[in-house]
């Protein structure tokens, strides 16, 4: 197999260890089985997020010394504006400390309450702030993007009969803009094809409806364009970047993700008086609108991992880096959502582990197993964060999948690393059904995932012996 090679080599590195197996098994009854609680130096491999979590190159920290601190109007604003202006191509660009608040300030100043807004999939943070402020979050993937198992290159296609069906039941007054999200994080980090976003661009024009890409992981989404799509083989990135923003009318983006940086964010807008009031907003919550929240060194970085993101080496480790560790959980028959996305990797933990009913939080139990056997942290994507009572029935809704999510932050693990991770994975297979089932102990009234507390079902270990 081709070797996705590292198109960089290493300047700075950050020491860290595995603890022993006696100490985990101690971390992880402390944490309750719940690894959002265990200390980060106790952690080997971090596959928790990609968000916030790249590691910055030699320019950017060169470009957060020389950042420009001045309050209003400083030169690190300007390269910042510039460097967007550039790629994204829209009139209004508004600093934010990372994506959530571009979507706070976008949905207050041009959602009103009972409105809906369509997207593929709205990403976790995206659905709430809609529905903060009273407003429903419609998802409109098309079907192929629903199916696991289904290999096609771009699954996180909308679906214009979904769309055209939501115009038609709400009502085009109802609907201030539609969202697509570049590459689907919440469908799998799968990407959007040009053609699917030309036609959602055509039919929001027909409609007289603003089009607003969350543009969190654009450069991966322009590769796989590149890649797969017929008829841009022979463009560069920053071209189809381009070509795709110019069907929209604005964005929201997290730098977090594809600006390689550790925080920050922007919202962009064409509309004058959206702009105008999304500033104005932005003076409350986040700060002057040059600064928006963020120091002058951090608008330096952005602009400089924006620079960085679209060199297609780069790229094409990043995402080579993904679909290795794809093949080699294939090689050693660890079931997995297909095909692997741009940033992260979804195990199927009812396939890996049968013998527990979701009841018992079979990817909980599969996520904890891994951190035990080699120190290594995904995050569950299952029944622990989705169980909820049917608002009829009032009986347990379970979701229809238990995944694992192995996240892979930005030039920050080699090869060697993931490859033990694809081990670990294998040998908590291995340990099939000797892993029980967990039951919860402690868990808050909302978003019980990230600080409920749990135990093996009945009390005592979570191995059963040999
Ligand atoms: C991370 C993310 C956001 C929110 O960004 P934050 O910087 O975490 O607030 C929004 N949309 C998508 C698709 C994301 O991945």
């Given amino acids: 197999m081709e070797l996705p090679f590292e198109p960089y080599r290493i300047k700075m590195v950050e020491k860290i260890q595995r603890v022993s197996r006696e100490e985990r098994v101690r971390h992880l009854i402390d944490a309750g089985y719940n690894v959002f609680k265990v200390p980060s130096e106790a952690i080997y491999v971090d596959l928790l997020t990609d968000s916030g979590t790249s590691a910055m190159s030699d320019h950017q920290w060169a470009a957060m010394l020389t950042g420009d601190e001045a309050y209003a109007c400083s030169k690190s604003f300007a390269d910042f504006k510039n460097t967007i202006q550039d ?198 919550r986040e700060g002057f609108p040059t600064y928006g929240g963020l120091a002058g060194r951090d608008l330096a970085a952005i602009a400089q991992g924006l620079r960085e993101v679209m060199d297609p080496d780069y790229l094409a480790y990043r995402i080579g880096q ?19 996305g741009g940033h992260a990797v979804y195990l199927d933990a009812r396939k890996a582990l049968p013998h527990i009913p979701q009841e018992e939080f079979p990817a909980q139990v599969f996520t904890a197993a891994m951190y035990l056997e080699g120190g290594v942290r995904g995050v569950e994507i299952g029944s622990l964060m989705f169980d909820h009572l049917d608002p009829d029935t009032g009986e347990m809704v379970h979701p229809a999948m238990e995944l694992v999510r192995l996240a892979i932050p930005r030039r920050v693990y080699t090869h060697t690393q993931l490859d033990y991770v694809a081990d670990v994975c294998a040998r908590v297979m291995e340990m099939g059904d000797r892993l029980r089932g967990l039951e919860i102990v402690w868990q808050p009234p909302a978003l019980r995932h990230f600080t409920a507390k749990l135990q093996p079902v009945g009390g005592g270990k979570m191995v059963a012996r040999a």
Wanted: hydrophobic residues 45%; charged residues 20%.
């Fill in 322 to 340: 993904v679909a290795r560790l794809g093949n080699r959980l294939t090689e050693l028959g660890v079931p997995f959502l297909r095909p692997t």
């Fill in 87 to 284: 790629i994204f191509g829209y009139k209004h660009v508004i600093p934010v400390h990372q994506g959530r608040a571009a979507e706070g300030l976008l949905f207050s100043v041009a959602v009103p309450k009972d409105s809906v807004v369509p997207n593929n999939i709205h990403f976790d943070t995206t659905r709430a702030n809609v529905e903060h402020v009273g407003a429903i979050a419609l998802d409109c993937v098309a079907d192929a993007g629903l199916d696991p198992m289904l290999e096609a290159p771009f699954k996180g296609d909308m679906s214009l009969e979904k769309l055209a069906l939501a115009f038609e039941k709400y009502g085009t007054e109802r609907i201030p803009f539609v969202m697509l999200t570049i590459t689907n994080n919440s469908g799998g980090g799968q990407p959007v094809s040009m053609a699917n976003a030309r036609e959602v661009s055509a039919f929001c024009k027909k409609m007289g409806v603003p089009l607003i890409f969350d543009a969190c992981r654009f450069a991966e989404n322009a590769w796989f364009i590149q890649q797969r799509e017929e008829g841009f083989a022979n463009m560069d990135i920053k071209e189809i970047c381009r070509t795709m923003f110019a069907l929209g009318d604005g964005c929201t983006m997290s730098a977090k993700k594809d600006a390689l940086v550790n925080i920050g964010g922007f919202l962009c807008l064409n509309d004058d008086e959206m702009a105008m009031n999304a500033t104005n907003l932005g003076i409350l």
